[in-house]
């Protein structure tokens, strides 16, 4: 059998499956300068347990086969041995062409590493100028990114600038491209609700409002779940309620919104799919008022007065403070 032909592209085997490409980049460089690495995914973002590397020169890719190759890393002995493919690199003659828009505030940036999050992408391309709005596409069956995103600048000239800069650069191991979009980014869905607008008239209880209710949640959904996901609206905190009795997550969720527009926006979200279920997103209403109740003493009387202002709440009451005791 003939010797395996030396080049600088490296294929290593038996990854851990929790190893990022910055592992990966930072693991090889001990050896020499690194010019890519990659690990190989499925569609839906999980690591093959493959991937590769590329050195600059031939010598630092024939000392990483020799110190590198029945290595122990997190528990799993890696292969490293040359590749005989060229990896998951796209070549230039092959690269995916995609139309770009005319020139805009809004961008379209596409291939995106999954592990990107809303708050990485708005941080990189911050430095360019205001973002108005900043989205990850997920899927909406299980959460994940789609691999695409969308941003809107104040200006003209700062997404401009932004995409000059920033066309081409790898964001967490792999290069995006960025584009102007040819469409203003996806909307919130409508499918279940049409999210009413504020008016003058409005009783007060979601004109300012931050907080929205999140139902219908599955059972091994964690804050992070929720927090990520509705971060494609605007920046926000999420809260899972415990079960004293069973120790689980309640199967509902409250989220804080920085601003009323994010919240808002964030309503569209009633009737999508998230991990398996279909999601009941309302305000969440004020508490009401803890005064006395009309009736004779401070029994019955309060209580009633308490039902009756539960009842005629719209959507779910705000629940007490921890602290608070809820007693009558």
Same mark, same amino acid.
């Given at each position: 059998?003939? &010797?395996?032909?030396? @080049?600088?592209?490296?294929?290593?085997?038996?990854?851990?499956?929790?190893f990022?490409?910055?592992e990966?980049t930072?693991?090889?460089?001990?050896v020499g300068?690194?010019?890519k690495?990659?690990?190989?995914?499925? &569609?839906?973002?999980?690591s093959?347990?493959?991937?590769? #590397?590329?050195?600059e020169?031939?010598?630092?890719?024939?000392?990483?086969?020799e110190?590198?190759n029945n290595q122990?890393?997190?528990?799993r002995r890696?292969?490293?041995?040359?590749?005989t493919?060229?990896g998951?690199?796209v070549s230039?003659?092959l690269?995916?062409?995609?139309?770009d828009?005319?020139?805009?505030p809004?961008?379209?940036?596409?291939?995106?590493?999954?592990?990107v999050k /809303?708050?990485h992408?708005?941080?990189?391309?911050?430095?360019?100028?205001n973002?108005?709005?900043?989205r990850? #596409?997920k899927?909406?069956?299980?959460g994940?990114?789609?691999? %695409?995103g969308f941003?809107?600048?104040?200006?003209?000239?700062?997404?401009?600038?932004?995409?000059?800069?920033?066309?081409?650069e790898?964001?967490?191991?792999?290069?995006?491209?960025?584009?102007?979009?040819?469409?203003?980014?996806?909307?919130p869905? @409508?499918?279940?609700r049409?999210?009413?607008?504020?008016?003058?008239?409005?009783?007060?209880?979601?004109?300012?409002?931050?907080?929205?209710?999140?139902?219908n !949640?599955s059972e091994?959904?964690?804050?992070?779940?929720?927090?990520? %996901?509705?971060e494609?609206?605007?920046p926000?905190?999420?809260?899972?309620?415990g079960?004293?009795?069973?120790?689980?997550?309640?199967p509902?969720a409250?989220?804080?919104?920085?601003t009323?527009?994010?919240?808002?926006?964030?309503?569209?979200?009633d009737?999508?799919?998230?991990?398996?279920?279909? !999601?009941?997103?309302?305000?969440?209403? &004020?508490? &009401?008022?803890?005064?006395?109740?009309?009736?004779?003493? /401070?029994? /019955?009387?309060?209580?009633?007065?308490?039902?009756?202002?539960?009842?005629?709440?719209?959507?779910p009451?705000?629940?007490?403070?921890?602290n608070?005791?809820?007693?009558?």
């Amino acid at each position: 059998m003939e &010797p395996p032909q030396k @080049t600088t592209r490296i294929h290593v085997t038996n990854l851990p499956f929790a190893f990022t490409n910055e592992e990966l980049t930072e693991l090889f460089s001990t050896v020499g300068t690194v010019a890519k690495a990659s690990i190989v995914t499925k &569609p839906n973002g999980d690591s093959k347990g493959f991937g590769f #590397v590329e050195y600059e020169t031939l010598e630092a890719s024939a000392k990483c086969v020799e110190e590198l190759n029945n290595q122990v890393v997190k528990e799993r002995r890696v292969g490293v041995v040359y590749s005989t493919s060229q990896g998951p690199y796209v070549s230039s003659t092959l690269k995916k062409t995609f139309e770009d828009g005319e020139e805009s505030p809004r961008l379209h940036v596409r291939e995106l590493a999954w592990g990107v999050k /809303r708050s990485h992408l708005e941080e990189c391309f911050g430095q360019y100028g205001n973002v108005l709005r900043c989205r990850v #596409v997920k899927n909406k069956r299980n959460g994940r990114s789609k691999g %695409y995103g969308f941003l809107e600048f104040e200006k003209v000239e700062e997404a401009r600038a932004a995409k000059d800069a920033m066309d081409g650069e790898p964001l967490e191991g792999r290069p995006i491209v960025v584009l102007f979009s040819k469409s203003e980014g996806p909307r919130p869905s @409508t499918r279940r609700r049409k999210i009413k607008e504020v008016s003058e008239e409005d009783d007060g209880q979601t004109r300012g409002n931050r907080r929205v209710f999140v139902g219908n !949640l599955s059972e091994n959904v964690e804050t992070e779940n929720v927090k990520e %996901y509705f971060e494609s609206y605007g920046p926000c905190d999420a809260t899972i309620p415990g079960n004293k009795e069973t120790g689980r997550n309640k199967p509902y969720a409250f989220v804080t919104f920085e601003t009323n527009d994010a919240a808002t926006a964030a309503l569209g979200a009633d009737g999508e799919e998230f991990l398996g279920n279909e !999601l009941k997103v309302d305000w969440v209403r &004020p508490r &009401p008022s803890r005064g006395r109740g009309r009736g004779r003493g /401070r029994g /019955r009387g309060r209580r009633r007065g308490r039902s009756r202002q539960n009842r005629s709440s719209n959507g779910p009451v705000d629940p007490a403070p921890q602290n608070e005791s809820t007693n009558i």
